[in-house]
């Protein structure tokens, strides 16, 4: 089992950046291959970003492709997702999830992730 924490979340103005990490419980985090969603007020939960478990691909959504980067660090057992050029559309909770699939293009569905993390709120200010 995995056990998820986010971290990072607040208050920034927009064209802001924030960092967001996810830090994950037991011996088998890089067996997991860990993405981002977001979810705002009244709408639903979509995703943002993941990376393989190598971290050797990433993938993201149109929405944030060249405003966020999303990294991990195995030893560290943590994903990260830095958060450059932040608009207000980009409030909401952030959810890291892992996933055990080998099928990268999966990576965007919510369905194959196995473990969630609580989330963190981002809310960025006009």
């Known amino acids: 089992q995995v056990q998820l924490v986010e971290s990072g979340g607040g208050l920034v103005q927009a064209g802001g950046s924030l960092r967001l990490s996810c830090a994950a419980s037991?011996?088998?985090?890089?067996?997991?291959?860990m993405g981002w969603f977001r979810q705002a007020p009244g709408n639903e939960r979509e995703f943002v970003a993941a990376i393989s478990r190598s971290g050797g691909m990433t993938v993201y959504a149109d929405t944030v492709k060249g405003r966020f980067t999303i990294s991990r660090d195995n030893a560290k057992n943590t994903v990260y997702l830095q958060m450059n050029s932040l608009k207000p559309e980009d409030t909401a909770v952030y959810y890291c999830?892992?996933?055990?699939?080998?099928?990268?293009?999966?990576?965007?569905?919510?369905?194959?992730?196995?473990?969630w993390g609580q989330g963190t709120q981002v809310t960025v200010s006009s």
């Open positions: 999830a892992a996933t055990q699939t080998l099928v990268t293009s999966w990576y965007r569905r919510m369905a194959v992730y196995d473990y």
């Open positions: 037991g011996r088998t985090f890089s067996s997991y291959a």
